[in-house]
């Protein structure tokens, strides 16, 4: 999976517990796209979340 190349924002695991308190592995992935963005005046494609992207962190190309 991956990784968002400005924040770092990746997969998360943990456990999916129902109600009798019964458990299996869960794995929540973090909306990441593949964006052309401008680095150091150059496009380059990027993984970036979509949370960095309305932010206004990155800019594209």
């Known amino acids: 999976m991956a990784k968002c190349a400005v924040c770092g924002k990746g997969a998360h695991f943990g456990n999916n517990v129902i109600h009798s ?3 299996s592995n869960h794995m929540w992935k973090s909306n990441v ?3 052309k ?3 150091n ?3 380059k494609k990027l ?3 979509t949370s960095c992207l309305r932010s206004g962190k ?3 190309a």
């Open 21 to 23: 308190h019964r458990r």
């Open 33 to 35: 796209k593949s964006v």
């Open 37 to 39: 963005c401008n680095v």
């Open 41 to 43: 005046g150059t496009p």
């Open 47 to 49: 993984y970036v979340c």
């Open 58 to 60: 990155v800019e594209r």
